[in-house]
């Protein structure tokens, strides 16, 4: 007997739909090849709303004055400051960096909480976004993971919804911040929960897994600043729960995240229910042509920030690639090495699949049973995923196993090593999974290392990660090097053609082998710390390539030779705050 039940799509985000699932279905439909009526369904899901005929209320942008020694910085200053910051602008009229959290006219609630979370001075990213973001200025923020990107949309959104009057019954948020995933949306609403606490303002997140009813109660209870992945707040809106006339601050956290799922048209359909003279942030760690066609379409008169290169792996992250012979030489590697692993602290391995995620985390609780293993993918129900998280912060959970559902924006600290279990579907991937590892903490930022097992086979990730490695100034081992060698792109004029580049440093540090009965490598005192196996004989470089690699040796040692000569930006934190930034709600001195 033939089932009449209606098959279920995914898009009506209700239940405990994994992200897989509705991501898989959104990719079908942004490349058109799914049913009518499902693409109707998302592409109508909103109907437009014609702004021209909505009086909408005035609101206040600018909130910022230069501190004085900012103010008197000549273009010249600027232009080094940005240089060390590693930060580069495009857009008129950009406020220059500025050195402190009190250069930003927060009052003294604010600036108590940012030193009760000992945080001393403005990453990169923060340094720049601040200024722009408090000035009234639309932006783009392109920044490596773990840059601190949160905190650089947060306080300013803060700033901007406590200008306003409060909510009046019936009336939305203020602001609204969409994330790709639950997880980066639940930590982002901690983190705004925390400074919206401290003036008596409310934040909800909003996203699949979790209860409907709840999340309506506690929009229509009026909360200012709502953070939602795309299709749950679509569903809101629907019911009516979440009004946006009052939002005048939008938030795309992670953008090419959202991209990459295909919520191009879910996005499009919550902008344009948004008033179209507010205030938005875009950030991402790529920046590809159909982010940019979005940005041109929603931002007005934007600032483009770069921080390092476009889809760069933070230089601080130590990279050591694993060539391995197969897939069966990942295992026996991995328990030679788990255990030291352990000892250092959390441990996140990253798995190719669902089922291979699944398998390697049993095979893990039955070979280790000392330290506590849990497993996260997109098939597990919210409050087992939740469970998951919590215990890995905690400290409980020492080892997480995760597809790439976790590969986004998971603010865990503590965190020491990465192990690609899997290698990423491209490097853009591969570099937000390592971002797990090195984060910004309260002694500034705390390196970590991530390894990544490469088989054979894989010659064209190999390419790609010895390009990545390049530019974010990590070793290129000889082993990746001749792996990479045999992809046939890579020899037409892959990354070494393109000749050293500032800040690299290959060498025979960022590699291990497949064989660990070679014992240790004499030309790495790193290697030697950790019994890094000697480099295969059939990975051996050639004379020219050699030459090549000390080359790159030698200006990697100059570029950090140049970057140690009076730097000292985060030694200029603390000075006097200035301009009294007044406002409607708590903002007073």
Known sequence: MQSTKKPRTGLDLGGEDSDEEVYAIAKRI????????????????????????VQYEPFRRAFYTP?????????QGVKRLRGELSVRVDGADVPAPVRSFMHLGFDKKMLSMIMKLGLEAPTAIQAQAFPVAL??????????????????????????????????RGEGPIAVVLAPTRELAHQTYVQAKKFLGVYGASCAAIYGGAGKWDQVQ??????????????????????????MSRVTFVVLDEADRMFEMGFEAQLRSVLGQIRPDCQTLMFSATFRRRIEALAL???????????????????????????????????????????????????????GSKAGCGELAKNLVSSFPAAPVYC?????????????????KSGECRILVATDVAARGLDVKDVKNVVNFDVAKNIDIHVHRIGRTGRMGHEGFEPGTAYTLVTRNETQFAAQLVYNMDVSGQPVSAELLALAKRDARFRRGGAMARGPSPGNNAGSGGCQTADPSKGPSPSSPFQQSIGVPECSKDCVLDAEDAAELERW?????????KQRQGLGFSGMAMGKPTAKPGGMRGFVK
């Open 218 to 243: 506690a929009l229509r209870k009026g909360v200012e600043v709502v953070v939602a992945t795309p299709g749950r707040l679509i569903e809101m809106i629907r019911k009516k729960a979440a009004p």
């Open 297 to 351: 379409d929603v931002l007005k008169n934007p600032v483009k920030l770069t921080i390092g290169h476009i889809g760069q792996a933070n230089e601080d992250i130590r990279q050591i690639a694993v060539v391995l012979p197969g897939h069966g030489a990942k295992w026996p590697w991995l328990m030679a090495h788990l255990g030291g692993m352990v000892d250092q602290g959390r441990l996140l391995i990253f798995a």
């Open 135 to 168: 000035t009234g200025r639309d932006l783009i923020g392109i920044a490596k993971t773990g840059s601190g990107k949160t905190l650089a949309f947060t306080l300013p959104m803060v700033r901007h919804v406590m200008d306003q009057r409060e909510l009046q």
């Open 553 to 561: 040796n030698e200006s990697r040692q100059k570029s950090k030779a």
């Open 30 to 53: 942004d490349n058109a090849d799914a049913p009518d009526d499902m693409a109707k369904k998302v592409m109508e899901v909103l109907a437009p709303v014609e702004h021209s005929t």
């Open 376 to 392: 996260l993918h997109g098939d597990k129900t919210q409050q087992e995923r939740s469970e998951a998280l919590a215990k890995f």
């Open 67 to 75: 501190y004085e020694d900012t103010a008197t910085l000549s273009e």
